[in-house]
């Protein structure tokens, strides 16, 4: 602003104030950045583009991907340090692929697990809102593929299902995270929709593809994955990043 318009700003200002009192013209203040509770998803890198600091608490997330993109272990990792911070945990492994080992080996106290199969998807639907009710439950894994997203039926559950519940996660800081299974076209390439209910109630989306092996001297010890994020309501738009994947005692790695 030039140097004379607002000596004639200050003027008028003060010309207000005097003849209407001081409180009707407030100076504007810098507002300090709002924390947002999250989850650290154990990659730094990762953590620092979603700019939150991690998975969000109160809302719903998902992670998307092909078998071995590194979903399932961004998932653990997540898992992992939600219990270091003294959450409960619910893993809802519908397709039994839940490999505890592993599990163990990205950090998680299985004790403190607690693992649910349900006999179907609707059943898995219908005992999210008792998780989630008088603060019961922390964090609920939901290890859903795309195909069964897709039915129609299930997909109006599963709206229904999620409408109902987004209250009671914000007013408890309650996580629902899905991992979303999906088709491999070509081998590699995969399709995500971008239509539909997770696309429409998620707060964060983030969809891994495993871009190339880590070798130690002619070992594989690992890969690089990148993540995309396709949605984000809490921060502004961010490139993806790549996080390192390793075969080790603690299940993944940042780079």
């Known amino acids: ?120 998807a609707s059943q898995a639907l219908a005992m999210l809102p008792d998780f989630f009710a008088e603060r019961s439950v922390d964090l609920v894994l939901f290890d859903m593929p795309a195909r069964l997203q897709e039915e129609s039926r299930l997909a109006r559950k599963l709206t229904s299902a999620l409408g109902r519940l987004l209250a009671s996660l914000s007013r408890g800081m309650g996580t629902l995270l899905f991992l979303t299974t999906l088709p491999a076209t070509n081998g590699t390439a995969v399709a995500y929709p971008r239509q539909g209910t997770l696309p429409h109630f998620a707060s964060l989306r983030l969809l891994l593809e495993k871009e190339q092996w880590v070798y130690r001297q002619r070992d594989v010890v690992g890969y690089e994955a990148q993540v995309l994020v ?26």
Request: aromatic content about 4%; proline content about 7%.
């Open 230 to 255: 396709v949605k984000n309501k809490l921060a502004a738009p961010g490139p993806g990043v790549r996080i390192t994947i390793t075969f080790d005692d603690r299940g993944g790695s940042a780079p």
């Open 1 to 120: 602003m030039a140097a004379g318009k607002k000596e004639k700003l200050e003027q008028a200002i003060t010309a207000i104030q005097e003849r209407w009192g001081t409180h009707v013209i407030g100076r504007s203040v810098a507002q300090p950045k709002r924390t947002i509770p999250h989850i650290p998803s154990g990659f730094a890198a990762l953590d620092s583009v979603l700019g939150v600091g991690g998975i969000p608490r109160g809302r719903i997330s998902e992670l998307m991907g092909v078998p071995t993109s590194g979903m399932a272990t961004v998932a653990l990792k997540v898992l992992a340090n939600a219990q270091v911070l003294g959450d409960t945990a619910v893993y809802i492994d519908l397709e039994r692929t839940f490999d505890p080992d592993y599990a163990r080996r990205c950090g998680v106290t299985l004790a403190s697990l607690t693992l649910v199969h349900p006999y179907d």
